[in-house]
C-alpha cells in the first residue's frame, strides 16, 4: 500500500502498474485529490488508458481540511472559501468520458451491494476505470446527504436498452444530475491499452526481467 | 608539434550546422583523432545564429579553445560574427556567389558551393557537403574516411551517394583553387573510440545499470535522454513514458521504483522545480530514484538552449523537512557514464533519490572516449527482503536498524505487506503521530546520509601536490580548468586544480585541508554567486580567496579562466570580482550579440 501526495496517487499507480503488470492497482482519491489538485493526471490516465482502477470518493467537499467547497461542490455551496457559493461544477463522469476512459461508472455509498459489484467490475475491466463514489460528508456537506441522494439515484441498470458502449448516449447520461442522478455502468468500451503496447512487458513484468550490464555491448558500437 | 585544430561551422537554425559539425567530428575522431565538439544555438527552429566548433587534437581535449583555423561560414552573419576570431593563417569557406561584399579579410575563400552542388551532385541541397570536402582538403585529410562517415550517416542509397559527390567536388575545388598553406592532418590511428555526448554518456549509463523505467517530459537540454530511452525500450526491454507533466513524470518512476524497477527522470531546472514536491516523497517513502537535471540559465525560461551551474544550491535544498539525497555533477562525457551508472546503485542501497546535475554544456559536447568497459560496471541492489531471513508476517517497511537503512520488500513479490505513506509513519509504515515514533524515523532517515559518506571519493587534484594557488570548480568545467592549469604551469605558476563531481554528502575534510594548503584559493563557477564557494563556507568554514565567474549561458574556456587567473593575482584583498576578459585574448563579448546589431 501506497499512500501518495494529494492529488498525485494515480501516477505512482501508473509506474507500478508498467513495473509489475501482474499486479491489481487500485488508486484511491477524493474528489478534490482527483478533479481539482490531480486533475491533469486524471485526465491523461484516462486519455492514454492504463490499466488502473481509480475509486473517487466525492463527498463535493473538502473534509479534512474542515469545509471548504470543492471541484464537484453545487453551484451555490457556501463555504468559508466560497462565501458567494461555488461555481460551475467539474463533472467527472463525462470528462472521464471525452478524456478516453474505457469504463466510467458512478456509485453510492447508500447502496453497498451495487456499489461492490461496480468496483468488481472496474478491477477486472481492462483499461482506465473510474468508479466516482457518492459519498455524502455528514460533517460538512449538509446539503448533498443521504436523503438527498436517495431521493435521487437510480440504476441504470432497471432503465430498459441503455447502451453503455454508446458514447453519445453516456454523455447524455453524464449531463444528468439535479432531480435524476444515474448510477452504475455509464461508460464502458474495450480499447486499446496503454501497457499493451509496450514491448518490453511482452517478456513479462519489468521487476522480473535480469539486470545484466553486458547488454549494453551492442549500443556502444553505435557510438564508434 | 602537437595537434590543436579548430574547426568552426556557423549558419542560421535550420541550414545543417549541427549536422556538419557532427560529420566534421566524426572524420577525425574515426583517424584516432581526440574531438572535443560543442553547440552554440539560439532558442528558435530557423533564423538568428547558431555555430559549432570541432576542436581536433591528438591528445585528450577537454574544452573549447577560441581561435578559429577553418570556419565554414553557411551564411553571410557567421562571417561577420567571426572572423576577428580567426587564428593566423585561418581560412573562412563561404560561398562568394551568394555573399557578396564582404571585404577583404585575407582568411576568406570563396567557394562556389551551390553551383559544385548542382552541378557535381545534382541538387543544391548538398552545398553544405561540399564546404565539407573543401575543409577536409585544406588539411590534407583522408577523404575515404569521410565518404565512409557520410554512408553511415546517409544510410546506402541515392543521398549518400549524392554527398560524396559534393564531398569530392569540394575536395577538388580547394585543392585546385586554394593558394594558402594547407596544413596536413593525417589519420594517426585506427584506434576506435566511442563519439558521443553527456546526454548519452547518461543514457548508456542507466541502460548498462539497469534502469527499466524512465517517465519524462520533454525539456532542453535532456529531451535527447528520454528520446535515447524511447528509441532503444523494445531492444534492451525497458519503458518510457512520456508524461503529462513533470509532476507526472516524477511520481511514476517513483511508482515503478516502489514496484521495484530501477527507475529514473530527467529534466532542466524549471521542470524539477514542479518535481520539488515528488523529491520528498521519495525521501520520506525511502523509494530509491535517480533524477537527471540537466541545468541551464534561469531562473523560469531564462537561456533555454545555453548552459549554466545554477541549480546547485537549489538541488542541495529543494523541498521541506529534513532528509538524505546525493548529489553527483559529473565531470566529463566519460564520467557521466560511471557517476550515473553507480547513481543507481547509490539510490537502492540508501533508499533515496540522487539527483545527478549536469548542464546544458556537458550534454550537449561531444567527445571521444574509450569504449565502456561493461564489465567494471556493478550492480548493488542494497538489502531486498528475503523471506530466508525473515517472516513475512514481521515485515515493517520501516524497521529502525542501526545504519538507518531497512530490508526492502518488493509488492507482490512475496507475502510481506509493503506498507509506505507520505505521511510520517511507523515501522510498519502506517500511518502516526506519535512523537516517539516521528523521532525515531526521521533519525533513521538521516543516519542513512553517514553510511553514504563512506563512498563518497576524494575530488580529483590535478597538478602538483602542493601548489600557491588551487582552482577549484565542480561539473562539466572539468576541462576547461584543467587546461587553464596546463596553460598557466607552462607560464611558470604555481597551481594546481582540486575537483568536485561529488557534492553532496560533501567531501569536507579534502576541501578543507586543499584549502590550508594554498595561499590563494579560486572557485571557478558558471553561475553568478558562486554557489560552490556558498557550500564550502557553510561545510568547511572557510572562504576562498576568489571567485571567477560566468553566468552568460556560455561555458568557459582555458584562456578566459587563465586570463582571470593572471588578474585576479595582480590584486590585493579578498575582494570578489567579477572575471572581465581581456580583448585580445577573448571574443566572448562579441559572441552574444544578436545578428542585427552588427550592421
Not at chain 1, 184 to 204: F, N, S, T
Not at chain 2, 126 to 152: C, F, K, M, Q, W
Not at chain 2, 157 to 171: E, Q, T, V
Not at chain 2, 354 to 372: G, M, N, W
Request: aromatic content about 8%.
Amino acid at each position: 500500500m501506497f499512500n501518495s501526495l494529494h492529488g498525485r496517487p494515480v501516477p505512482p499507480a501508473i509506474g507500478a502498474k508498467i513495473a509489475n503488470p501482474a499486479l491489481v492497482v487500485i488508486a484511491v482519491s477524493g474528489d478534490g485529490d482527483a478533479y481539482g489538485e490531480g486533475g491533469n493526471h486524471f485526465i491523461h490516465a484516462a486519455r492514454r488508458n492504463h490499466d488502473i482502477t481509480y475509486l473517487v470518493h466525492n463527498n463535493q467537499v473538502y473534509g479534512l481540511t474542515k469545509g471548504q467547497a470543492s471541484p464537484t461542490s453545487d453551484v451555490g455551496f457556501i463555504t468559508k472559501t466560497t462565501p458567494y457559493g461555488a461555481t460551475n461544477p467539474v463533472n467527472p463522469i463525462s470528462l472521464a468520458i471525452v478524456s478516453g476512459a474505457s469504463f466510467v461508472a458512478r456509485g453510492f455509498a447508500g447502496d453497498v451491494e451495487h456499489l461492490s459489484d461496480l468496483i468488481k467490475k472496474g478491477i477486472t475491466h481492462r483499461g482506465f476505470a473510474l468508479i466516482d463514489i457518492l459519498q455524502p460528508c455528514i460533517i460538512f456537506n449538509h446539503k448533498n446527504t443521504f436523503q438527498w441522494y436517495r431521493e435521487r439515484v437510480y440504476k441504470l441498470e432497471s432503465e430498459n436498452g441503455y447502451d453503455s458502449s454508446d458514447k453519445k448516449a453516456a454523455l447524455e447520461k453524464a449531463l444528468e444530475w439535479g432531480e435524476k442522478i444515474p448510477i452504475g455502468i455509464i461508460y464502458r468500451k474495450e480499447l486499446p491499452v496503454y501497457e499493451d503496447q509496450l514491448p518490453a512487458l511482452h517478456k513479462g513484468p519489468l521487476v522480473t526481467q535480469e539486470i545484466a550490464p553486458k547488454r549494453a555491448e551492442s549500443l556502444l558500437a553505435e557510438f564508434m | 608539434m602537437p595537434v590543436d585544430f579548430n574547426f568552426m561551422v556557423g549558419g542560421e537554425a535550420g541550414q545543417g550546422v549541427q549536422s556538419v559539425g557532427f560529420l566534421l567530428a566524426k572524420a577525425f575522431a574515426r583517424g584516432g583523432y581526440h574531438i572535443f565538439s560543442d553547440q552554440d544555438y539560439e532558442s528558435r527552429i530557423r533564423g538568428g545564429h547558431n555555430f559549432s566548433r570541432v576542436r581536433v587534437g591528438d591528445d585528450r581535449i577537454g574544452a573549447i579553445t577560441e581561435s578559429v583555423d577553418i570556419l565554414i561560414a553557411l551564411n553571410r552573419d557567421s562571417i561577420e560574427l567571426h572572423q576577428t576570431e580567426m587564428a593566423d593563417g585561418g581560412v573562412i569557406i563561404f560561398n562568394g556567389e551568394k555573399v557578396k561584399d564582404i571585404g577583404s579579410n585575407g582568411s576568406l575563400f570563396s567557394i562556389p558551393l551551390e553551383r559544385l552542388a548542382r552541378e557535381k551532385a545534382g541538387d543544391k541541397v548538398v552545398s553544405n557537403t561540399v564546404a565539407l570536402g573543401a575543409a577536409l582538403a585544406l588539411v590534407d585529410y583522408d577523404r575515404e574516411i569521410l565518404n565512409t562517415v557520410l554512408i553511415e550517416y546517409f544510410g546506402r542509397g541515392k543521398i549518400a551517394d549524392g554527398n560524396i559527390a559534393a564531398a569530392d567536388a569540394g575536395y577538388e575545388y580547394a585543392k585546385a583553387e586554394y593558394r594558402g598553406e594547407i596544413r596536413h592532418l593525417k589519420p594517426i590511428s585506427t584506434i576506435k573510440r566511442m563519439l558521443l555526448n553527456g546526454n548519452e554518456a547518461i543514457s548508456l549509463g542507466a541502460i548498462a545499470a539497469g534502469c527499466k523505467f524512465m517517465s519524462a517530459y520533454p525539456m532542453t537540454p535532456a529531451s535527447p535522454i528520454m528520446e535515447y530511452m524511447a528509441a532503444k525500450s523494445e531492444a534492451l526491454d525497458l519503458v518510457m513514458v512520456h508524461a503529462e507533466d513533470e509532476i507526472a513524470a516524477i511520481n511514476m518512476a517513483i511508482g515503478a521504483s516502489y514496484a521495484g524497477v530501477r527507475a529514473m527522470t530527467a529534466t532542466s531546472g524549471s521542470g524539477f522545480c514542479l518535481m520539488v514536491e515528488g523529491l520528498g516523497l521519495a525521501g520520506i517513502t525511502e523509494t530509491p530514484l535517480v533524477i537527471i537535471d540537466g541545468q541551464r540559465p534561469g531562473p523560469a525560461v531564462g537561456l533555454p538552449t545555453r548552459t549554466e551551474q545554477g541549480d546547485l544550491q537549489f538541488v542541495l535544498h529543494a523541498h521541506h523537512g529534513d532528509f538524505p539525497r546525493a548529489v553527483i555533477a559529473p565531470a566529463d562525457v566519460e564520467d557521466a557514464f560511471w557517476v550515473t551508472a553507480r547513481a543507481f546503485n547509490w539510490a537502492e542501497k540508501y533508499q533515496l533519490p540522487v539527483i545527478i546535475l549536469t548542464d546544458h554544456h556537458l550534454a550537449t559536447s561531444y567527445a571521444t572516449v574509450e569504449p565502456f568497459d561493461l564489465g567494471q560496471v556493478t550492480i548493488d541492489r542494497g538489502l531486498l527482503f528475503s523471506s530466508r531471513d525473515e517472516e513475512p508476517s514481521e515485515y515493517m517497511r520501516h524497521r529502525v536498524t542501526e545504519s538507518g537503512i531497512s530490508p526492502r520488500a518488493l509488492p507482490g513479490l512475496s507475502k510481506a505487506l509493503v506498507v509506505t505513506d507520505c505521511d510520517e509513519h511507523n515501522e510498519e509504515g502506517h500511518l502516526t503521530e506519535d512523537a516517539g515514533e516521528r523521532t525515531l524515523q526521521v533519525q533513521k532517515r538521516l543516519r542513512k546520509l553517514s553510511s553514504l559518506k563512506q563512498e563518497i571519493s576524494t575530488p580529483r587534484q590535478y597538478g602538483p601536490q602542493k601548489a600557491e594557488t588551487t582552482l577549484i570548480g565542480w561539473g562539466s568545467t572539468y576541462g576547461a580548468i584543467h587546461e587553464a592549469v596546463d596553460i598557466l604551469r607552462k607560464e611558470g605558476a604555481s597551481i594546481n586544480m582540486l575537483h568536485l563531481s561529488e557534492l553532496w554528502p560533501f567531501p569536507a575534510e579534502a576541501v578543507a585541508d586543499a584549502l590550508s594548503i594554498a595561499r590563494n584559493s579560486y572557485v571557478i563557477e558558471n553561475n553568478a554567486t558562486g554557489q560552490l564557494a556558498r557550500l564550502i563556507k557553510t561545510e568547511t568554514g572557510k572562504d576562498v580567496s576568489g571567485k571567477i565567474l560566468k553566468f552568460d549561458g556560455r561555458p568557459f574556456t582555458p584562456a578566459h579562466i587563465a586570463e582571470a587567473v593572471r588578474k585576479e593575482a595582480v590584486k590585493d584583498g579578498d575582494n570578489v570580482r567579477l572575471c572581465r576578459p581581456s580583448t585580445d585574448v577573448v571574443s566572448g563579448l562579441r559572441q552574444f550579440r544578436h545578428p542585427e546589431s552588427v550592421k
